[in-house]
C-alpha cells in the first residue's frame, strides 16, 4: 500500500530551513519536491542523466533517500522496473539512513545495499551507503574495508573521504591535541594521491575542523573556536593557506558537494581571524550554508554561521 501523501504546507515548511542538503542542484531539488510526492518517474529521470558521474550520482541519491517516504516509493519503482539498479540503489540508501535513525534494522539495510551492489557492480553508491552505516555503528576494520571497496571503484570519491576523515579523527579522543594524528596523515595522503585540480585538496582542513569537534568535546579545546589554539600553529596556518591557493588556482563551479568544502574552508579562515579571505568565501557560498562544520562542537550552526558572515563581511 503506497503511503499517503506529504501534508500540505511541507515544502513551504522545507523552504524556511537555512540548511538544505540539495545545496544549489535545482534538478536534485525538483526531483526530491516530486518524489515526496510519489512521483519517483522524477527521480529516475535524474539519475538517468546523472550517468557515472559518482561524485554528483552519490550526492543526489544520499539527499533523496533523506525523504520520509523514499523507501515506499523506491519499493514501488522496483515493482514496475524489477532490475533497475538505479531504483535499488535508492532504496538502498534509503534503507541506510532509515536504519541510522532507528527505523530500520541495520541488516535488512546492509542487505539492500548489497543487492543494490550486485544489479551495479561498478557503482560506488552502495557501497558509500554501506561505509555511512558502519562509519556509525561498525568496526575500524569495516569502515577502512567499505572505503576501499569505494575508491577501488572511485578513487577520488569525495563523500567516502569525508566519512573517512570523521571516523579516523574519533579516534584517540582522550589523549588531546596531538599533530602527528593518524587523521592528518590520512588526509595528506589522500589529498597528494588526488588529481592536481581535485577538491580532495582541502581535505586537510576537513580532517583539522574535524579533530577539533573531537577535541572540544572531550574538554582538550575550548567551545570556541575563534579563541582556540587548535587553529593558531604553525601546521593549521600552513594547512589554510594551501587549501585557500589551491581554491583560488583550482575552484570548480560545477562540482556537486563544493559548497560543502566552502563551508569548512570559510570556517577555518573565520576561526584563524583571516576576515577578507573569509569573505570571499562567503560571498561564493551565499545562502547555501551546512550544519558542518558551524556546529561544532556543540553549537547552534544557524547562529554561528550567520555570525561568522556577519562579521567576515563586515571587514570587507
Same mark, same amino acid.
Given at each position: 500500500?503506497?503511503?499517503?501523501?506529504?501534508?500540505?504546507? !511541507?515544502?513551504?515548511?522545507?523552504?524556511?530551513?537555512?540548511?538544505?542538503?540539495?545545496?544549489?542542484?535545482?534538478?536534485?531539488?525538483?526531483? !526530491?519536491?516530486?518524489?515526496?510526492? $510519489?512521483?519517483?518517474?522524477?527521480?529516475?529521470?535524474?539519475?538517468?542523466?546523472? $550517468?557515472?558521474?559518482?561524485?554528483?550520482? $552519490?550526492?543526489?541519491?544520499?539527499?533523496?533517500? !533523506?525523504?520520509?517516504?523514499?523507501?515506499?516509493?523506491?519499493?514501488?519503482?522496483?515493482?514496475?522496473?524489477?532490475?533497475?539498479?538505479?531504483?535499488?540503489?535508492?532504496?538502498?540508501?534509503?534503507?541506510? !539512513?532509515?536504519?541510522?535513525?532507528?527505523?530500520?534494522?541495520?541488516?535488512?539495510?546492509?542487505?539492500?545495499?548489497?543487492?543494490?551492489?550486485?544489479?551495479?557492480?561498478?557503482?560506488?553508491?552502495?557501497?558509500?551507503?554501506?561505509?555511512?552505516?558502519?562509519?556509525?555503528?561498525?568496526?575500524?576494520?569495516?569502515?577502512?574495508?567499505?572505503?576501499?571497496?569505494?575508491?577501488?571503484?572511485?578513487?577520488?570519491?569525495?563523500?567516502? #573521504?569525508?566519512?573517512?576523515?570523521?571516523?579516523?579523527?574519533?579516534?584517540?579522543?582522550?589523549?588531546?591535541?596531538?599533530?602527528?594524528?593518524?587523521?592528518?596523515?590520512?588526509?595528506?595522503?589522500?589529498?597528494?594521491?588526488?588529481?592536481?585540480?581535485?577538491?580532495?585538496?582541502?581535505?586537510?582542513?576537513?580532517?583539522?575542523?574535524?579533530?577539533?569537534?573531537?577535541?572540544?568535546?572531550?574538554?582538550?579545546?575550548?567551545?570556541?573556536?575563534?579563541?582556540?589554539?587548535?587553529?593558531?600553529?604553525?601546521?593549521?596556518?600552513?594547512?589554510?593557506?594551501?587549501?585557500?591557493?589551491?581554491?583560488?588556482?583550482?575552484?570548480?563551479?560545477?562540482?556537486?558537494?563544493?559548497?560543502?568544502?566552502?563551508?569548512?574552508?570559510?570556517?577555518?579562515?573565520?576561526?584563524?581571524?583571516?576576515?577578507?579571505?573569509?569573505?570571499?568565501?562567503? #560571498?561564493?557560498?551565499?545562502?547555501?550554508?551546512?550544519?558542518?562544520?558551524?556546529?561544532?562542537?556543540?553549537?547552534?550552526?544557524?547562529?554561528?554561521?550567520?555570525?561568522?558572515?556577519?562579521?567576515?563581511? $563586515?571587514?570587507?
Amino acid at each position: 500500500m503506497s503511503p499517503p501523501p506529504p501534508p500540505l504546507g !511541507r515544502g513551504r515548511r522545507r523552504a524556511a530551513q537555512a540548511f538544505d542538503e540539495a545545496l544549489d542542484d535545482a534538478a536534485l531539488v525538483d526531483a !526530491r519536491a516530486a518524489l515526496a510526492q $510519489g512521483r519517483w518517474q522524477t527521480a529516475r529521470s535524474l539519475l538517468v542523466h546523472t $550517468g557515472d558521474d559518482w561524485d554528483r550520482r $552519490g550526492h543526489r541519491i544520499t539527499v533523496l533517500a !533523506r525523504e520520509p517516504y523514499c523507501a515506499a516509493w523506491a519499493k514501488e519503482w522496483l515493482i514496475a522496473e524489477p532490475e533497475s539498479a538505479d531504483a535499488a540503489v535508492l532504496l538502498a540508501l534509503a534503507e541506510v !539512513r532509515r536504519a541510522l535513525r532507528g527505523k530500520q534494522k541495520p541488516p535488512r539495510a546492509r542487505e539492500a545495499c548489497h543487492r543494490a551492489a550486485r544489479l551495479a557492480p561498478a557503482d560506488p553508491t552502495p557501497w558509500l551507503g554501506l561505509l555511512m552505516l558502519e562509519r556509525a555503528l561498525g568496526a575500524d576494520e569495516d569502515v577502512v574495508r567499505l572505503f576501499e571497496e569505494v575508491r577501488a571503484r572511485y578513487a577520488d570519491h569525495h563523500h567516502a #573521504h569525508h566519512l573517512m576523515v570523521a571516523r579516523l579523527a574519533e579516534r584517540r579522543a582522550d589523549t588531546g591535541p596531538d599533530p602527528l594524528h593518524e587523521v592528518y596523515d590520512f588526509a595528506n595522503w589522500a589529498a597528494e594521491q588526488a588529481p592536481a585540480d581535485s577538491p580532495l585538496a582541502i581535505l586537510p582542513v576537513i580532517a583539522h575542523a574535524e579533530r577539533y569537534r573531537v577535541l572540544a568535546a572531550a574538554g582538550h579545546e575550548p567551545a570556541d573556536p575563534a579563541v582556540c589554539g587548535h587553529w593558531a600553529g604553525r601546521r593549521a596556518r600552513q594547512v589554510m593557506k594551501a587549501a585557500f591557493d589551491w581554491w583560488l588556482e583550482w575552484e570548480h563551479e560545477g562540482h556537486p558537494r563544493r559548497l560543502v568544502d566552502l563551508n569548512f574552508l570559510a570556517h577555518a579562515k573565520v576561526c584563524e581571524g583571516r576576515g577578507a579571505e573569509a569573505a570571499a568565501l562567503f #560571498h561564493r557560498i551565499g545562502d547555501h550554508s551546512t550544519p558542518a562544520p558551524w556546529s561544532y562542537p556543540d553549537r547552534d550552526p544557524h547562529a554561528a554561521f550567520r555570525a561568522a558572515r556577519a562579521a567576515a563581511l $563586515g571587514t570587507v
